[in-house]
């Protein structure tokens, strides 16, 4: 059974700084995504990571503000989340699916973690 449990999500002023971690169990690993969704609307692609980390995308609207890295120790994503805007309020969700290279439609990953609030108060 494939299991993603993600935290890390909290409130925090505009400006501020949130770490995301994303704990993958159940089998190996290969990309893994995160996601988010506002209150009424579609969920988004924020950022990929590919299985050994040498390949990250990431959408238009938070590159150069969030990184991924992940820890294949760790079974562990994270979603470095920096200079944090209002309009980045969702919950975040991470996911994983067979693929190559890393997909931005969310039709394409099979699992999903439960989501986490991330709050951003201006």
């Known amino acids: 059974q494939v299991q993603l449990v993600e935290s890390g999500g909290g409130l925090v002023q505009a400006g501020g700084s949130l770490r995301l971690s994303c704990a993958a169990s159940?089998?190996?690993?290969?990309?893994i995504s995160w996601f988010r969704q506002a209150p009424g609307k579609e969920r988004e692609f924020v950022g990929g990571?590919?299985?050994?980390?040498?390949?990250?995308d990431y959408a238009s609207s938070v590159k150069g503000r969030f990184t991924i890295s992940r820890d294949n120790a760790k079974n562990t994503v994270y979603l470095q989340m920096n200079s944090l805007k209002p309009e980045d309020t969702a919950v975040y969700y991470c996911?994983?699916?067979?693929?190559?290279?890393?997909?931005?439609?969310?039709?394409?990953?099979?699992?999903w973690g439960q989501g986490t609030q991330v709050t951003v108060s201006s």
């Open positions: 996911a994983t699916g067979s693929m190559y290279g890393i997909r931005r439609a969310s039709s394409g990953y099979d699992y």
């Open positions: 159940g089998r190996t690993f290969g990309t």
């Open positions: 990571i590919n299985w050994n980390g040498g390949l990250t």
